[in-house]
């Protein structure tokens, strides 16, 4: 842990202001009477690219163009896998600093995906799909072009770049007694844990996952007791499905982290997804949607301590809404009958 | 016009200040690309009631309780004629304002619209599904209660609340070249055409309608050429579906409108709410997608003047969206096909 510090999450902030937005909290009246407490989302949704994903890679391009400057030496490029949210911010990010990049993805990656990172301009790489096969094709495209890796969420310069959520959460609402993170492979909680306790210690942290994760033994156990090799969830929340968290971030997660990890159904998700459409009018992808569940159905119930929380809508990526969708006539019309 | 100018608008800005929200400005990189100018969308969709319609509404029920006060009368309550937004927005208004309130819905009206209504602890009165039935039964509650009837648009003091839009937009983004704004009834432009005239004259105001409104015609002839009695239009903007404008209304937009006025299908509205969800991630009803429909697509082509434009969002509303929906399965899991 010596590592990573909230130093470096301070110095994250400076570092990516140009390239990231400082985004809004959002509230409401509705929601804060159906959960009894009062909320407050961040809304990452409205980050560039769409999730909270375009800070930590900022983080890690410009921190590795800053050192290779020191240094005189040239970055060849930068190289990431993942077909979400990651491959959007890493090629974006790669954009901003003017660097070459790959981004690895699966070979079912559908269409809108692909295209969203070549709007950034970064060279699409297939692999095969699993989670292997993409770190295998990544580690090949490191060795060949000499790329420098990006990874998603084991990186102290991401971790640290996502932490900025945290410190912008606290400047503009000071008085936090937790903050519900969704989980993935656990970068932007344990970046988030890390500024959280370094400014504000009694503020809790809570991770919010899918079914399936079972990160709640796994913290008690203090152990990484997933199935090797790694897997993906079966979850509606695309950009949170990768079951283990990483060799770095899950220690942090055991010395920073609630033990009580609030697990989330599809279902769950959805309705999520659709209390901050209907309510907040916003768009969410659906691993926001079980921050929202989790803060509106759970969080009273299982901490009675805890009147004002954070929520962090990590993202608005997702190609689905819950809300029933109209049907028009040829002439795209409502048909009469309606 | 003499009975209505700025003046009333700019009391109305303060009158209403402690009971609706100064709502932000949202703009977007990959929009304006699309546009191919800089586009600011005022984001009334994430105002109090979820419309803009909490303005006027807030304004002339709260105008009509300072004149009881003054002639030391009493205001036995509110009444109006409005399944939508409007309604909603009069029973908040009138709840605010601790008075009674009826609100006249088509026997029609979904459940939820009802709900949403009576959320704000208004009564519900249900008519015959017309204009005509809609103002005989609110004209009938009027006499027998000598409740207070809000018109939707045809009276000044909820125009002046919706004309608040406009000095706020313009405090916010001072140098616009003109600004697009959704019309139904036509009080939410007349009100933002008389603000805009007298603070930034040469800033254009265009109206978008929905097919078959046929405004333009009307105001090249500079009259109200619609037929009698008044009807709805078949359209998915259920909250700009009134054909006629108001006797007030459209003086006000024959003199101060851009008589060019912008004509938007039900499918380009679905294409404008899709471009809101998915590049903006906020919710927006129909009628606010036929505005950024207009923006994007038409704007540029009709008017090279323009390089600055505001986008009236009027509101979140809405009981669909154009997004394809998830489909899962009887546990709630994403199917294995997927």
């Keep these: 842990m010596e590592l990573f510090s909230v130093k470096l999450i301070e110095q994250a902030m400076i570092r990516i202001a ?13 929601l804060d009477r159906s959960a009894g407490l009062d909320l407050f989302f961040k809304a990452e949704n409205f980050q560039k690219t769409g999730s909270f994903k375009a800070r930590g890679a900022s ?12 240094k005189n030496v040239a970055v060849p490029g930068i190289v990431t896998h993942s077909s979400g949210n990651h491959g959007q911010a890493v090629a974006y990010a790669a954009k901003c600093a003017g660097l070459p990049c790959c981004v ?3 070979s079912d990656t559908p269409d809108i995906k692909c295209q969203a990172i070549q709007g950034y301009e970064a060279e699409l790489v297939h692999c095969y799909p699993s989670p292997t096969g993409r770190k295998e094709t990544a580690a090949q495209i490191e060795q060949d072009k000499r790329y420098h890796l990006v990874h998603p969420f084991d990186d102290y310069a991401v971790m640290a770049g996502q932490g900025t959520i945290a410190l912008e959460l606290l400047q503009q609402v000071p008085d936090l007694d937790a903050i519900l993170v969704p989980i993935g492979g656990g970068g932007m909680i344990a970046g988030i844990a890390v500024a959280v306790k370094a400014i504000k210690p009694e503020c809790k942290v809570y991770a919010v996952e899918p079914i399936g994760k079972d990160l709640g033994p796994c913290l008690a156990a203090k152990a990484r007791g997933w199935p090797d090799p790694p897997q993906f969830l079966h979850t509606i929340a695309d950009s949170i499905r990768t079951q283990q968290t990483g060799h770095l971030t899950f220690p942090i997660l055991c010395s920073l982290v609630e033990s009580g990890v609030f697990t989330v159904s599809d279902h769950q998700m959805l309705e999520g ?7 907040m009018k916003v768009v969410v992808e659906a691993a926001s949607g079980a921050a929202v569940f989790a803060a509106v159905h759970q969080l009273k119930e299982v901490d009675q301590s805890v009147k004002r929380a954070g929520v962090i ?6 190609g689905f809404t819950p809300l029933p969708q109209m049907k028009l006539d040829n002439n795209g019309l409502l048909p009469e009958a309606q």
């Design 313 to 318: 809508l990590c993202g608005g990526n997702t």
């Design 273 to 279: 997804m659709s209390l901050a459409l209907t309510r």
């Design 104 to 106: 690895v993805v699966p």
């Design 18 to 30: 140009p390239w990231v937005h400082r985004t809004p909290v959002l509230t409401s009246v509705s």
């Design 59 to 70: 983080n890690a391009v410009f921190r590795l163009l800053e050192q290779s400057k020191v």
